[in-house]
């Protein structure tokens, strides 16, 4: 008479055990176990009904809105990942500045529906809470030799950009007006060797015009020496210029119109 529910029993059971086994869940969390199983089977589909989640045949049983009809699966998270749930101010003493704001535990059920507010074990202190403010950790899900996994776990408390994330996102923007290129979150040093570049460019720029100018100078002067003997002719050679220019004639003889 009671087939199927012994049989649905048996399926819960069976998912709650392997699960505990597979990722090392103490016994004492056991009712935690099962009730997340039992809510995440209640949403998955099954051969018994058509293909239609018993969420879903619930709801049109009992004549509830279309919108709440179709099962809500966004908050499911990895199970018993690494929670950090936010510790009150209550619960900590001002003077510590430095202290932790925040706990780690397991993530072993949800209060409700719609990931609102999850349901975590504190291994340390051996409680059960009920947190709202939750950050999931997804990755560290192993055996305890996963290197990455131990990176993560530090890595979760880091809320800002890191440096490789800010080259990354680092964008140009350049004006329509203007020929300026404005660059955003750009590192010191990418923006010294972008100044190093420019100023280059500059330098060469203006030994181009420096060497422009100097042939234009130099091409200034060979115009004007041609054209000096047009401008100023040079006087006809006397005789006695002539004979005193002429150095290779040998040594000067008297003549007689300069002795007479």
Same mark, same amino acid.
């Given at each position: ?38 809510? %995440? ?20 049983? %009992? ?99 890191? %440096? ?9 923007t350049t004006t329509t007006t203007t020929t300026t290129t ?5 590192? %010191? ?72």
């Amino acid at each position: 008479m009671n087939g199927k529910l012994e049989r649905a029993g048996r399926i819960i059971i069976e998912r709650a055990r392997a699960t505990m086994i597979a990722l090392n869940i103490p016994e004492p969390v056991w009712p935690f176990v099962v009730d997340s199983t039992i809510k %995440v089977l209640n949403l998955l589909p099954t051969d018994s009904n058509d293909g239609r989640s018993p969420h879903e045949v619930f709801c049109r049983g %009992v004549n509830m809105p279309e919108e709440a009809t179709k099962p809500y699966i966004k908050h499911l998270r990895t199970y018993f990942c690494d929670a950090y749930y936010f510790i009150k101010p209550q619960n900590r003493k001002a003077s510590e500045k430095f202290s932790p704001r925040a706990r780690k535990a397991k993530l072993i059920g949800y209060g409700d529906l719609h990931g609102r507010i999850y349901t975590l074990w504190d291994p340390d202190l051996k409680k059960i809470i009920r947190a709202l403010a939750v950050r999931l950790n997804e990755d560290t899900i192993d055996d305890g030799d996963n290197k990455k996994a131990q990176e993560l776990e530090h890595a979760v408390a880091f809320n800002d950009a890191t %440096v490789d994330e800010m080259e990354r996102s680092a964008t140009t923007t350049t004006t329509t007006t203007t020929t300026t290129t404005t660059t955003a979150w750009l590192p %010191v040093r990418d923006y010294l060797r972008e100044r190093v570049k420019e100023d280059a460019e500059e330098l060469a720029k203006l030994k181009a015009n420096g060497k422009g100018k100097e042939k234009e100078t130099s091409g200034e002067e060979e115009q004007g020496q041609s054209a000096m003997p047009e401008i100023m002719p040079t006087p006809k050679a006397s005789p006695r210029m002539g004979q005193a220019n002429n150095i290779e004639q040998g040594p000067l003889e008297p003549s007689g119109a300069l002795w007479a």
